[in-house]
């Protein structure tokens, strides 16, 4: 039907072959480098237009503006899951470090939380360097349901919760807002309204996100995964092993890799009161 394929439009580095370095930043850290860079990009947007000093460009492109917020937001999310993602593969793969873990009974939890991992999954992984737990976390399927997300963490650890309740009842808000915009165009209907209680008094009006609430997200992010990184590390150091003859510094160093938790905006982490 067109004479050309949509991926001869990408840019010239999505044709780039993934690179694979060790020592590289923490799961958490690279989520949280890529939330203040969509952030950034919602700001510098919003001033350069601010500062064109033309009030008709102004008014004209408010709404494309708000376009580009819900698109950012849509990413945001796109970005924590993958973050969920790869930290429970992280930890997963990082099983020889922990004592008293034993293979046929993490896969036994694993097939009573759903994980069914077929064939194709398998092969369609050859020719790349990858680890048991990327495939693993793939083949679980409610990574928007952060109740779910606390049970499989729950597989590695028992009885932890990475997310209390009042996180996640944020999630679920932030997940359905994703939802509204990824496939409902950005309404949010009666039934998804009836979802989420702060959402009731929305229903059947049209999403209209600003750069304010961008910001807000991030912060609140930043709140929520570095919460959850200073409990997955508390239980990671519980089971660690200690090589003989590793010091403080190395073991300290292993486990920031696996579930530390930086960030270019550090002031991010501290919870805003009013």
């Known amino acids: 039907m067109f004479s ?64 580009f917020v819900m698109a950012a937001f849509a990413m945001l999310m796109s970005n924590f899951e993958v973050f ?23 896969a036994k939890r694993l097939e009573k939380e759903g994980c069914n991992i077929t064939l194709y999954r398998i092969l369609a992984a050859r020719g790349e360097p990858r680890e048991p737990g990327q495939i693993v976390a793939d083949s679980l399927v409610s990574w928007h349901n952060p109740s779910r997300v606390n049970q499989y963490f729950q597989i590695i650890f028992p009885k932890i919760n990475i997310y209390s309740n009042s996180v996640i009842a944020e999630l679920e808000l932030m997940w359905q807002l994703r939802h509204s915009i990824v496939h409902t165009g950005g309404t ?43 409990i997955l590390e508390r239980e990671l150091r519980k089971r660690f092993i200690r090589q003989e003859g590793e010091s403080d510094a190395e073991v300290d160093e292993i486990i920031k890799e696996i579930v530390g938790c930086t960030s270019p905006v550090p002031s991010w982490f501290e919870i805003k009161t009013t």
């Open 188 to 230: 949010i209907t009666r039934e998804d309204a009836a979802k989420v209680s702060s959402l009731r008094r929305f229903s059947d009006r049209k999403l209209v996100l600003e750069g304010s609430f961008i910001l807000e997200v991030g912060r609140r992010l930043h709140v929520i995964v570095k919460q959850a990184s200073a």
């Open 84 to 106: 969920q993602k790869q930290q429970f593969s992280e930890l997963v793969d990082s099983n020889d470090f922990m004592d008293g873990f034993d293979d046929l009974e993490l």
């Open 4 to 67: 050309e394929s949509l991926t001869s439009y990408f840019h010239k580095d999505a044709a780039s072959p993934r690179t694979y370095i060790t020592n590289a930043p923490s799961t958490a850290t690279v989520f949280l480098r890529s939330v203040v860079e969509i952030c950034d990009s919602v700001t510098h947007c919003e001033r350069a237009l601010e500062n064109s000093g033309d009030k008709a460009m102004i008014d004209k492109s408010s709404e494309s503006l708000r376009v």
